[in-house]
């Protein structure tokens, strides 16, 4: 039997077991997936471990994204743009590292929401591991402007420098916004899981304007009032794509992609009814 995993810290609150075994069971594959905290200072030695023991691939969520394409011996060019991996898959000589983040994004925005991202002033908040994984994506849709804020400058203006060939990102701090509107705002920070959300410059929200969270559960609801408080139109967690990106990952592994519609419906149901 093939076996998988999602590892950070924290990840007791992972929905991915679940998503990947109702992928396995629509599928008919055989397989284990499990939820592993791994702490920092163990990581290299855990993957080592699980290579050796022919686990067939791994996620990886926060805080370990742009720390695992060191312990890889290949990478996909989507990683290798973003300098982040979500997902590790089995080679016989090391780990494959890849990054399925912005096409999940995508699937979800675009195919699944219908939200508009070529031609619209986007602003990416936070500059880590997640935030990296769907610059690239977007970039490549042809945004009219494509805005990265942190709390600090170095880290948007370093990725935006190494990125440039692909595309102009637009390096902020959250402060330095003020000002601006964006047609689309991205959450791409994990402050949430804290249960708070840095203080914003007012108006970023034009009319009509989404927001968007890569977040999800009790995670996204800081980001969420934030947004609302803002006047955000309309406003989305990331509950939609983590289960695209996840089944970009089923693909990698398993060579068949699986549908999404039904195991969303039934996961955002479940949200909401937990939410009352």
Known sequence: MKRFAVIGQPIAHSL????????????????SYEAIEVAPEALAGQLAQWHREAWSGLNVTLPHKTAVPAACVDCSERARVAEAVNTLCHLDNGWYGDNTDGEGLLRDLVDNLDVAVANQRILVLGAGGAARGILLPLLQRRPAELVLSNRTPWKPEAIAEAMAEHGRIRPSTHLALKGDRFDLVINAMSVGHSGHFPRLPEGLFDEGAVAYDLSYGAAHAPFAACARAQGAAVVHDGLGMLVEQAAVSFQLWNAVLPRTDALIATLRAESRSTAV
């Open 16 to 31: 991915s077991p679940r998503i990947h075994r109702a992928f396995a069971e629509q599928t008919d594959i055989a397989l």
